[in-house]
Nanobody, 124 residues
């Protein structure tokens, strides 16, 4: 089982940038695909982006392409989410997730491990 620890959330103004980090801990952490989701109250968690650990593949939801970029540092077992041109509708709790699938889908059910989440608030 992999443990995920997010950091980097906070308050940012409209148009600003923020980078989230997720450290994957555990002896098998390098074998997981890591992803970012976000959730607002009363709504389901929504997929944002994922990075395959061994193959170096990354993919992003169409809604955030061009503004959000996922990357990973294998040496540090860490995945990042760089967010630019942030908007108030980006306000949410952001979660890091891990899947044993090489190419998981975009459903939360495809991911078996989750971090506790980090709050991101974009002020207008």
């Amino acid at each position: 089982q992999v443990q995920l620890v997010e950091s980097g959330g906070g308050l940012v103004q409209t148009g600003g940038s923020l980078r989230l980090s997720c450290a994957a801990l555990g002896p098998t952490s390098s074998s997981y695909t890591l992803a970012w989701f976000r959730q607002i109250p009363g709504k389901e968690r929504r997929f944002l982006a994922a990075a395959s650990w061994s193959g170096g593949f990354t993919w992003h939801h169409d809604s955030v392409k061009g503004r959000f970029t996922i990357s990973r540092d294998s040496a540090k077992s860490t995945v990042y989410l760089q967010m630019i041109d942030m908007q108030p509708e980006d306000t949410a709790v952001y979660y890091c997730a891990a899947s044993r699938l090489l190419r998981p889908g975009t459903l939360a059910a495809d991911f078996g491990s989750w971090g506790r989440g980090t709050q991101v608030t974009v002020s207008s």
